[in-house]
Structures are given as structure tokens and as C-alpha cells.
């Protein structure tokens, strides 16, 4: 696939990707700032659009879905982690986990409430479920966040720069709960500078000016 | 479900930030118990001068008009058709007439089988003057069924001294305008001499004094029974110069004017015509009151648009999480706009209360007196459609609001927040 930025002089920040990423695997993307790997993530995670050429999830065409369309396969098959952990402030840890289920629908409340503590006690922050999310520590919430994108057994987890905010105990835990999950058999595709972080992935794939090496 | 996963986060933002939702509700509260306080006020005022001003005109009016159309030809009665013979006449001037009505019973009753007709009140009227020492006063004496003329009026909220009824049972008995009464210096009891164009005097004694809170007719009209008048024009039973009308409906008095003047053929008035200044006056008090309520309501719903957006642009990265986790355009605009909607219903019924309240509180307000009013507190109206059309405009500026910046919402880029 291709993608330009636009403007009066459009700039190619992709070009001619083909990627392919197996079910289970553990892929992490490095490159320098700029190299079009964060741009990549995006296209990726169907929220980017504006490209040319063909993504294929489990086995379904993606590309040319309209926004809600887009947005409801989201809601079912992926999974997201971001740098900065964007949690809903105003709601409860549990509430944040909940939401997407809620909004796929299919379980009950009472469900759905059962599952996001599994989740929770899975990332061993049970204790925390009735916080309200803006008062939590970096790490809790990045654990917090990873329990929300796991919330709909989606298969794929996309991450952001996952442990870029956080100290290297941090970075460690949330290592281990990504390999964990990977064994598990969710594919997870995250984005890093951590080259640490990197080189203990199932695969690395390293761009170098929209194109990867 | 999915709406219901909506409306709970619409909910919990609205309460998290419940002071900034209670501003924006305010807006929308004051609008709306300024727009009630203010039509129910000018509704009242409107509602008290036209019974003023209608206290002493009938809502329709038949009497035989003196005829001026002078168009017609009196060549042929003289010539034939005869197309080269011209009658010229120079200053017409009205054919002696007698003004009364024929056949004023049969039209009476006739006018008592219409459904619309609340009262048919004749009237035999004349000019007179009162004797008072060595001088005359002029007036006009209504001569009338009193008990249909009360009904027609309401004379008796208007009595300042006796009641309606004494007329039928004082011998000769008259009912002064209290004005009148005052210039004559004559009180309930005493006898007033009265003459008549035609030179005929009679003695009237006073059975009680009346005022409608209008010089013109405090001050020159006199009732006595219809009997008494004819008697004293040396007319007969049926002599009648005019019918007047209660309607239960004032709003089809035009049309019912037109109806029976055609039927007839007299002259058919309704109140309308005969003081045009009523509506006038209250179109202008009502357009006045409609247009500073809107404008109220919509400054309130400015004050929602601004909030809003300042909320959205707040939420911006809330939107983008919402919209990475598998919400569409839809469904943020749902949850921005139910924020809207929310603040407008609840803001609307508060209003609602709070212009129910302050009406109320005004209607208690004595108005200050004199002798012509009788109005006791400040007039106020209570009427329903009010209250509906206040809650419903509120609600709708609300949504108009709250459109615009839920569709900017719904229309943010996840990646481009997403990414920093």
C-alpha cells in the first residue's frame, strides 16, 4: 500500500508496503521518528482511511468499509493501547473497561462486569476497579488500558508506544502481559522506540523512509 | 443497548461537570420563566383593556344607518328610460327616515336561535337633556331591557350605588352614569327632570349609578326601561333603533356582522370595526412581548452552543478513544447531543415552574387604585398553550444548539488526536 500526506507538494510517507502478520504473532515496528511506522499502526487499526491499496483482516477486505462499518469492526476485533493511556477521566477503572463491551452488546451488564474483573485480576490490579481512572499511577493505567482492549476477546491488539511513559519496571510488566497474551494466541502489533522491547518480540520489523527493511 | 451504553456516558460527563451543566441550564431556566412571565403579564394587560374596552360596546351592533349612497337615479321615475333625458342633482341630502329597525321582534328572535348569540339586547336611544338648576346637560338615554343589558355589559360588577334590577322596580326609574350623577350632584333616591329634542319632559327618579371606567359614557348616558323611552318619544311597542350582541365567541364577530347585516339589511357592526385600536394595540403589545421572549430563548440557547463547544474541544481526546474502541460519527453525536437535550428539558421545566412562580407572585401584586379601575391585582393570564409553546421553543433551541457542535464532534479525526 501507498500513503501521501496532502498538501501543495504531497508527501509519500508509505510506499509500496506489503506486509502479511500471522495469527499469534508478536510483531513490534521500530524506525526513526518520521520513518511512517506510527502512520502504518494507523492504516492498520482501520482508523487512517486515506491510503491506496488493500487491508485484510481475518480474512475480511477492510479497506472501502464505511465509518460505521469500520468503527463496529473495531469494536469487535481490535484492540487498542496508546503512549498516553487515554482512559475516560470521568468514569470508574471498571466503567472504562466496560464501555466497549457495552457497546458491542452482545453480553449482559452483570456479564460483562464479571469479565472486566477477570481482566483486571489478569493484570493483577483488581484492587483498583472502582477508582475513578484520573487518579491512578502510569503503570495502572497502562494495565487499565490493556483490560479495556482486551475486554472484547478481540484478537488483535494494536499499541502505541506502550511503555514510552513509563519507568523500566513498568516497561517490564507490561512486557510480560503482551508475551502472555501472545502465547494466549492474540496477535499484537505495537510500535516502539525501546529497542529492548523490541528484540524480545516474535518479530521486528524496522522501517527506514516508508519503506521496511 | 448500544443507545443505552450512550446515554450512560452522556450522563456521567453531564454530571461530572454538573456546575458547567447548571450555567448552562440556568440560560436556558431564565429564558423560559422570562418568556411565560412576560406573555402571561402582557396576555393579562391585553385582556384588561380589552374588557375596557369593550365593557361598553357590544361585539355586534344592527341599527339603521342613515343612508348615504345618493348613487342612485331618480331620472326614470321621472322620464321613463328615456336615454337623452339627465336628472342633474346638486347637493343631495338624506331622505327623511325613520331610524328604527322594522320588525325588531321578529329580528330578535331570530337573532336568539343563533348558536353563536350569547345575548340580544335592543336598544331605543335618544338624546336628551338633563335639567339641572337653570342649566341643561347634555346626554344620551339608552332605553333597554335592563335585564339582557346587564347580561350584555355586566352592569352589575359596574354599579357604584343599587343594582340593575331596581329599575324594573322603581316607579319611572332611571340609572345615572356616575359621572353624570356627579355633575348633577344627585344621588340614588333623588328625581332628575329630563327633556327631549323634541321638547317633551318627564321626571325620572334615580335608582342607582353606574361606571364603566370610560368618561365618554360615565358622564353622558343614562339607562331607563325601553317602555319608559318609547313612551317618552311617544313611540310605539316596537319602536326599536338598535340590537346589540354578546357572542360566546368573540373571534367570529366579524363574520357573523357581515352575515346578518346582509340578512337584514341593516347596518351590521361588530366590535372590531367599531374600535379598530383594540387589536392594534394588542398586535403591538404582542409582537413586542413575542419578540424579546424569543430573543431570550435564543441567547439561552447560545449559552448551550458555547458550552458546548467549549466541552467538545475539551473532549477531544475522549472522542478519539470513543471512536478507536468502535464508536461511530452516530453514536458521538448521540452522546453530545443528549448532553444538550438534557440541559434544555430539565432547563424548560425548571422555567416552566420558575414562570408559573413569578406570574403567580405578580397576579398577588394589588395594582394601584383610582376610581375608575376595577381591576384589584396586576392582570395576569394562566393559560396552558403558554406554557407549552415556552417548553417547546426551549427545547428546540436547545437541540439547535446543541446540532451544530455534536456534529463537529462527531466529525473529529481519531488519528490526528491519537498521534498528538
Redesign the interface.
Known amino acids: 500500500m501507498n500513503k501521501y500526506f496532502p498538501g501543495p507538494e504531497p508527501f509519500h510517507v508509505l510506499k509500496d508496503i506489503s506486509l502479511s502478520i500471522g495469527r499469534g504473532e508478536f510483531i513490534t515496528i521500530i524506525g526513526k521518528s518520521g520513518c511512517g511506522k506510527?502512520t502504518l499502526l494507523?492504516i492498520l487499526?482501520t482508523?487512517?482511511t486515506a491510503y491506496e491499496g488493500e487491508l485484510v483482516i481475518n480474512g475480511e477486505k477492510v479497506s472501502g468499509l464505511k465509518?460505521?462499518g469500520?468503527?463496529?469492526?473495531?469494536?469487535?476485533h481490535i484492540g487498542?493501547v496508546?503512549q498516553?493511556h487515554?482512559?475516560?477521566?470521568?468514569?470508574t477503572v471498571l466503567?472504562n473497561i466496560m464501555?466497549?463491551a457495552?457497546?458491542?452488546?452482545k453480553l449482559s451488564r452483570d456479564a460483562i462486569e464479571h469479565s472486566a474483573m477477570e481482566r483486571l485480576s489478569q493484570m493483577g490490579i483488581k484492587d483498583i476497579a472502582l477508582k475513578p481512572s484520573g487518579k491512578l499511577s502510569g503503570g495502572q493505567q497502562q494495565r487499565v488500558a490493556i483490560a479495556?482492549a482486551l475486554i472484547n476477546n478481540p484478537g488483535i491488539i494494536m499499541a502505541?508506544e506502550p511503555t514510552g511513559n513509563l519507568d523500566s519496571a513498568n516497561t517490564e510488566t507490561i512486557f510480560n502481559i503482551f508475551q502472555e497474551l501472545s502465547k494466549q494466541g492474540n496477535t499484537i502489533v505495537a510500535v516502539t522506540h525501546d529497542t529492548d522491547f523490541a528484540k524480545r518480540s516474535d518479530r521486528i520489523i524496522e522501517m527506514v523512509d516508508g519503506r521496511i527493511v | 443497548m448500544k443507545t443505552s451504553v450512550n446515554l450512560f456516558i452522556a450522563g456521567t460527563q453531564l454530571w461530572s461537570r454538573r456546575r458547567q451543566s447548571v450555567i448552562a441550564m440556568l440560560g436556558v431556566v431564565f429564558g423560559i420563566a422570562m418568556f411565560i412571565f412576560m406573555i402571561s403579564f402582557m396576555k393579562g394587560v391585553n385582556n384588561y383593556i380589552q374588557d375596557t374596552m369593550l365593557s361598553a360596546i357590544p361585539d355586534i351592533h344592527i341599527y339603521n344607518d342613515i343612508r348615504t349612497d345618493y348613487s342612485s337615479s331618480v331620472t326614470r321615475s321621472k322620464y321613463g328610460s328615456d336615454p337623452l333625458k339627465m336628472i342633474i342633482v346638486h347637493h343631495p341630502r338624506p331622505e327623511k327616515v325613520r331610524l328604527n329597525l322594522k320588525n325588531a321582534g321578529a329580528i330578535i328572535r331570530d337573532l336568539q336561535l343563533y348558536p353563536e348569540v350569547a345575548v340580544v339586547s335592543p336598544l331605543l336611544s335618544t338624546q336628551v337633556f338633563f335639567n339641572y338648576g337653570s342649566v341643561q346637560i347634555n346626554g344620551v338615554l339608552d332605553g333597554v331591557e335592563i335585564i339582557q343589558e346587564s347580561q350584555l355589559f355586566g352592569l352589575r360588577d359596574r354599579m357604584i350605588t343599587g343594582l340593575p334590577e331596581d329599575l324594573l322596580t322603581t316607579d319611572k326609574g332611571i340609572l345615572l352614569g356616575q359621572g353624570l350623577a356627579d355633575k348633577l350632584n344627585v344621588v340614588k333616591g333623588d328625581i332628575v327632570t329630563l327633556a327631549t329634542p323634541g321638547g317633551i319632559a318627564m321626571r325620572f327618579r334615580i335608582a342607582g349609578t353606574f361606571a364603566f371606567g370610560l368618561s365618554t359614557v360615565d358622564n353622558i348616558k343614562a339607562y331607563a326601561v325601553l317602555s319608559g323611552v318609547q313612551q317618552l318619544l311617544a313611540k310605539d311597542h316596537d319602536y326599536i333603533t338598535d340590537i346589540r350582541m354578546k357572542l360566546h365567541n368573540i373571534d367570529v364577530a366579524r363574520d357573523l356582522a357581515l352575515r346578518l347585516g346582509k340578512k337584514y339589511g341593516y347596518k351590521s357592526e361588530d366590535w372590531e370595526s367599531t374600535n379598530p385600536s383594540i387589536r392594534t394595540g394588542n398586535l403591538i403589545r404582542d409582537t413586542l412581548t413575542w419578540v424579546v421572549s424569543i430573543t431570550l430563548l435564543i441567547v439561552a440557547g447560545f449559552g448551550i452552543y458555547n458550552i458546548m463547544n467549549m466541552v467538545i474541544a475539551s473532549k477531544m481526546k475522549d472522542i478519539a478513544i470513543l471512536k478507536a474502541q468502535g464508536f461511530d460519527g452516530r453514536d458521538i453525536r448521540t452522546i453530545f447531543l443528549s448532553q444538550s437535550l438534557v440541559i434544555g428539558v430539565l432547563g424548560a421545566i425548571a422555567g416552566l415552574l420558575l414562570g408559573f412562580l413569578l406570574s403567580y407572585g405578580l397576579s398577588k401584586v394589588p395594582f394601584p387604585q383610582t376610581e375608575f379601575t376595577y381591576m384589584k391585582f396586576f392582570p395576569v393570564v394562566f393559560e396552558s398553550k403558554y406554557y407549552f409553546f415556552g417548553a417547546g421553543f426551549g427545547v428546540l433551541t436547545t437541540f439547535v444548539a446543541g446540532v451544530l457542535p455534536a456534529r463537529k464532534a462527531a466529525g473529529v479525526d481519531p488519528v490526528a488526536i491519537l498521534r498528538g
Open positions: 506510527s494507523y487499526s482508523l487512517d465509518e460505521s469500520l468503527a463496529k469492526f473495531r469494536n469487535e487498542f496508546f498516553f487515554f482512559l475516560l477521566p470521568e468514569f466503567q464501555i466497549p457495552l457497546k458491542l452488546g479495556r502505541d
